[in-house]
């Protein structure tokens, strides 16, 4: 079956510019989960969905990151007024039960 | 103290030996262990999850887990060159009974097969 889709799958914006990045998870899923890997952060957990609404924001970075989900499905990331130090890979995952399964990442490179 | 530790490596083995993945964690609220393959460029794939004490197998893989120790492991069986990649350790809190909430992961041990 289809598994989790990610786009853009590569972005280049210029500092201060906003972006939107988007999170198709595998259908059925109930649980969406946004992470960012970077060099020298690894793998980092920024926020999780659980339907519509998001118990846990605990990642965000700061107030310039949003992320919202509709429909329980589709989720959007957003950051504004992007910084050189936003580049990184923007990782969705989503789950059933026990295994987060993740997308193939968009990778956001701010100039 | 970071919360998931794992020795970056990296580790080099010959086709057809056994591969051993280490992984330490700090928080004894995790309840859940996760082991991700990432190759170069591509995303996290998994490989298993444990959350019982013990070993759990799955075909070439076998987990292991102690919570006493807090200690997880992977052990790779006939390796190959295909299992050379990043192998990512993760822990999950028991999050209010549920099997959802954030992975914490490690960062990552480089794993090479050479034929």
């Known amino acids: 079956g289809a598994g989790v889709s990610q786009s853009p799958s590569n972005k280049v914006t210029e500092k201060g510019k906003d972006v939107e990045l988007r999170c198709d998870p595998i259908?059925?899923?109930?649980?969406l989960y946004w992470y960012r890997q970077s060099l020298g952060q690894g793998l980092e957990f920024l926020i999780y969905f659980q339907g519509n609404s998001a118990p846990d924001k605990s990642g965000l970075p700061s107030d310039r990151f949003s992320a919202e989900r509709t429909g329980g499905s589709v989720s959007t990331l957003t950051i504004q007024r992007t910084q050189q130090e936003d580049s990184a890979v923007y990782l969705c995952?989503?789950?059933?039960?026990?295994?987060?399964?993740f997308g193939p990442g968009t990778r956001l490179l701010v100039l | 103290q970071k919360e998931v530790e794992q020795n970056s490596g990296p580790l080099s083995v010959p086709e057809g030996a056994i591969a051993s993945l280490n992984c330490t964690y700090s928080d004894r609220g995790s309840q859940s262990f996760f082991w991700y393959r990432q190759y170069s460029g591509k995303s996290p794939e998994l490989i298993m999850f444990i959350y019982s004490n013990g070993d759990k197998e799955d075909g070439r893989f076998t987990a292991q887990l102690n919570k006493a120790s807090q200690y997880v492991s992977l052990l790779i069986r006939d390796s190959q060159p295909s299992d050379s990649a990043t192998y990512l350790c993760a822990s999950r809190a028991n999050a209010g009974g549920t099997s959802y909430g954030k992975l914490t992961f490690g960062q990552g041990t480089i794993l090479t097969v050479h034929p």
């Open positions: 259908s059925g899923h109930t649980a």
């Open positions: 995952a989503s789950s059933f039960r026990q295994g987060q399964y």
